[in-house]
């Protein structure tokens, strides 16, 4: 392997283990904020309790995003140098200001678990509030590094040297808003599925009728509203990012779609595999005109192909099936979301069918999927380039050679840290059973929060 390639794996496994966290830092405490929304306005103490036990879960997963974000901010300097040395001179602010961002995420998140029982809902609430707001700064300020990349704005190139730096018109470049809302959503969408699916097979564990039951089925009726909402404003803000890469970056939606040929009613393939030596499309199935209307709202929407691209500028065309992927997901939460809301508010019934929390459950895991799926049609579908069109991934990357060696000891340390997470959180919950929560509770005795 070639050390650019190790060095790609290397930064690739690092944000693909990374994003796991910082996404579920926005989802999870939006979660627990509607907790104690709801517990306000119903008084409802269960949902009380279910805000301070997945308090527990932010706690134990801040405590993984806090060194895997170290090691990928470490990481892109020793990997990157050539694509730092531009971001270090036209794109520092949105490093800069995310101190500040996580600075009030752990402050908020302090007071509130510490303060507890000594401050107002209302308060509670307001410092849930900016603990969201912190985790969701950060994740806009690095997304826009990311959109950056894409739509690079701010400053000129010329003679090899960077000129007319302007670091706010680089801050709001052109994939500044569309990333932004495509991130914040997906976050929060998964974080009320991965909270509804817990809920789900809590229930499934659970018979129908019984406290533990009861008290599940109410965290799962709040996600899937929340989920399903957010899973709503996700697509249509999808289908924005979609119309934003037709405009700035069409190799990669050609690539995505699998089009080699430039036309106009151009049509959508769903599955399938594009193989660019032959350029055919193998057992996918096309709808006709619709990615040319996916593309600019109309069927006559010209959509530009592979083939006017030179090839050594194609991104790799799998990354059609992370597409497909991850509208995919988008789509069966959505429908999961809409058959429980359906089922537990119109039919009026308090036990679901085993094969519909089965269905939620998958979700969970499906939704986190879907946030890697998006992050590698992004990145990989950028290749060849780490700044479009101005700087490539082989011109980025360090000098350095055997990376291979280390490259095994990052993944050991993932591996380490995630059996670590999920022992932590396994041991947790089962010495501290939600039935001494609930018992707890009629017991009128707060102590044990
Ligand atoms: Fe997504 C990305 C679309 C859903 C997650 N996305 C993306 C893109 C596009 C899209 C076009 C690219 C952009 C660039 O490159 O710049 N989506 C879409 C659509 C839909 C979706 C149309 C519908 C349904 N997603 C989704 C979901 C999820 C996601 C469901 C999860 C959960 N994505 C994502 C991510 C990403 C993406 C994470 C990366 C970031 C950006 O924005 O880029």
């Known amino acids: 392997m070639s050390d650019l390639v190790i060095a790609r794996a290397m930064f690739g496994t690092t944000m693909a283990f990374h994003i796991i966290f910082a996404t579920l830092g926005i989802g999870i405490p939006f979660m627990i904020l509607m907790s104690e929304f709801v517990f306000l306005k119903t008084k409802d103490q269960d949902y009380s309790i279910m805000a301070r036990r997945w308090t527990k879960t932010k706690g134990v997963l801040l405590g993984i995003a806090i060194p895997s974000g170290t090691i990928a901010g470490v990481s892109l300097s020793l990997l990157w140098p050539g694509f730092m040395e531009v971001i270090g001179r036209v794109m520092a602010l949105p490093f800069q200001i995310e101190i500040y961002a996580f600075f009030i995420e752990a402050l908020f998140l302090s ?77 929060i969408m ?6 509804g699916a817990t809920a789900a097979y809590k229930m499934l564990r659970n018979s129908p009728g019984s406290r533990s039951y009861k008290f599940h089925s109410k965290a799962l009726f709040m996600s899937l509203v929340t989920g399903g909402a957010i899973a709503l ?77 030179p090839r050594e500028h194609w991104p790799p065309l799998f990354i059609h099936t992370m597409f497909n992927g991850m509208v995919g997901v988008g789509m069966y939460s959505l429908l999961i979301a809409a058959l429980g809301i359906i089922w537990i508010k119109f039919l009026k019934k308090e036990v679901l069918p085993k094969w519909l929390l089965w269905a939620v459950t998958l979700a969970g895991p499906l939704s986190v999927l879907a946030i890697e799926f998006g992050w590698i049609l992004a990145c990989t579908g950028r290749q060849p380039w780490t700044i479009y069109h101005i700087l490539s991934t082989a011109d980025s ?16 340390v993932y591996l380490l840290l995630g059996i670590a997470v999920i022992a932590v959180l396994y041991f947790y919950f089962k010495r501290h059973p939600l039935m001494n929560d609930l018992s707890n509770q009629t017991d009128g005795d707060d102590k044990n929060y």
């Open 111 to 187: 007071i509130y678990v510490y303060a507890y029982d000594r401050i107002s809902a209302r308060a509670r609430i307001i410092s849930l509030v900016l603990v969201t707001l912190g985790a969701l700064a950060s994740a806009v300020l690095i997304s826009n590094v990311h959109a950056f990349e894409g739509t690079p704005a701010g400053f000129r190139v010329v003679n090899g040297h960077i000129v007319d730096v302007d670091p706010w018109a680089a801050f709001f470049n052109p994939g500044f808003f569309v990333t932004a809302g495509h991130v914040s959503l997906t976050a």
């Open 233 to 309: 404003l996700s697509s249509l803000n999808g289908h924005a990012s979609a119309q934003f890469l037709h405009e700035y970056q069409p190799e990669k939606l050609a690539a995505a779609e699998g089009l080699f040929e430039t036309q106009s009613h151009a049509p959508l393939l769903i599955g399938g595999t594009v193989d660019p030596d032959t350029k055919e499309v193998k057992y996918g199935v096309e709808i006709p005109w619709a990615l040319s209307f996916l593309a600019g709202n109309s069927f006559d929407t010209v959509v530009r192909g592979l083939n006017e691209f």
């Open 397 to 412: 990357v360090t000098s350095q050679t055997n990376l291979g060696t280390l490259y095994l000891l990052f993944v050991l």
């Open 190 to 195: 998964t974080g009320a599925f991965v909270f």
